[in-house]
């Protein structure tokens, strides 16, 4: 977000509108939070002008297209120089299967979210793509039994003032 971009209550409810249907046009998302289509549009596009909406997407169901296994990965590096650090989020960039990916703190240097089909794809992906590298120094994996809650949204209610 732009330094100078503060969102106003009008954008809170025109951001929590467009998180629960970003399809809605600027006159549904007005009659929903009681404005003017013109008005919702003029802050849509200050939004994403502060760079506040980065973009319009679709929300896929990997379960029901068949990717079924979920599995967070923790990955140290032997090294931390700039070297190893660029090859390794050039890796990570190229990886269709890897949907999230974190720098963290703590026990290892990067957390991802990676989608398989099955636990013999997910180990493939494990020992072709990472520890085929001679910079990954070790990772542990966890396989996610259950999705209790995920989202991309951000709540109105957090968005600070």
Known sequence: MKDNFTTTDLDRKILATLQIDSRSSNQDIADRIGSSASSV????????????ISGF????????????????VHVSLNTHSEKTTKAFTKLIASTPEVMECYAVSGDHDYQLKVLAPDMRAFYRFLEETLMSKEYIAKTSSTVVMNIIKETSSVPASIIPE
Not at 44 to 51: K, L, Q, S
Not at 57 to 72: D, I, P, R, W
């Open 41 to 52: 549009w003029r802050r849509i596009r200050a939004m994403e002008h502060a760079g506040v």
């Open 57 to 72: 997407h679709l929300s896929l169901s990997a379960e029901n297209l068949g990717l079924s296994e979920t599995v967070l």
